[in-house]
T-cell receptor, first 115, second 117 residues
Framework: AQTVTQSQPEMSVQEAETVTLSCTYDTSESDYYLFWYKQPPSRQMILVIRQEAYKQQNATENRFSVNFQKAAKSFSLKISDSQLGDAAMYFCAYRGTSGTYKYIFGTGTRLKVLA | EPEVTQTPSHQVTQMGQEVILRCVPISNHLYFYWYRQILGQKVEFLVSFYNNEISEKSEIFDDQFSVERPDGSNFTLKIRSTKLEDSAMYFC???????????????FGAGSRLTVL
């Protein structure tokens, strides 16, 4: 069964600095999708960035980028120029393509941004 | 921007009562999901729904749970006889499907907080 692991329960970063959140996953599939979702105090889950496993190029969305290492099954999120509004829970998620519909989420990393 | 709408935002109920949580997915989406999150912890998959039937469900989704799409727009989650441990935030999510941009991106609603006393 696929699993998603986020080993950092909590991270802190100074405003304007860069932080990297880690995510590893376990799968036997070769084609799948990976996501980072942000959950602010309002609790709504908001997509930050996504990566298709067949794409070698790392996805970027403005200040957010990923380091996708397929062989190592690693999918880290880098947030550059951190802002106070980035403070939230961040969840890594996986979706396979072999007969499953569900998205598997990690346990989350709480990011604190220090002024 | 299109959004997934959930009602109620918060419901308090007595143990043993039936609860229905409602969701209006984005109109052109074809796949629908319910997830739950207990006290800001892990986001747990409950069920997925496609083509008017359950496509996949978790061990959590036992006989006390049911889903339906009664009128082609609403997507409901019913808990027949609530237990204390059903207290959680319930999230509805939807996605478009194959062959479209962002087809695999789940869009979530704001959640329904269920408190069972």
């Amino acid at each position: 069964a696929q699993t998603v692991t986020q080993s950092q329960p909590e991270m802190s970063v100074q405003e304007a600095e860069t932080v990297t959140l880690s995510c590893t996953y376990d799968t036997s599939e070769s084609d799948y999708y990976l996501f980072w979702y942000k959950q602010p105090p309002s609790r709504q889950m908001i997509l930050v960035i996504r990566q298709e496993a067949y794409k070698q190029q790392n996805a970027t969305e403005n200040r957010f980028s990923v380091n996708f290492q397929k062989a190592a099954k690693s999918f880290s999120l880098k947030i550059s120029d951190s802002q106070l509004g980035d403070a939230a829970m961040y969840f890594c998620a996986y979706r396979g393509t072999s007969g499953t519909y569900k998205y598997i989420f990690g346990t989350g990393t709480r990011l604190k941004v220090l002024a | 921007e299109p959004e997934v709408t959930q009602t109620p935002s918060h419901q308090v109920t007595q143990m043993g009562q039936e609860v229905i949580l409602r969701c209006v997915p984005i109109s052109n989406h074809l796949y629908f999901y319910w997830y739950r999150q207990i006290l800001g912890q892990k986001v747990e998959f409950l069920v997925s729904f496609y083509n008017n039937e359950i496509s996949e469900k978790s061990e959590i989704f036992d006989d006390q749970f049911s889903v339906e799409r009664p009128d082609g727009s609403n997507f409901t989650l019913k808990i027949r006889s609530t237990k204390l441990e059903d207290s959680a935030m319930y999230f509805c999510a939807s996605r478009t499907g194959q062959g479209s941009s962002g087809a695999n991106v789940l869009t979530f609603g704001a959640g329904s907080r269920l408190t069972v006393l």
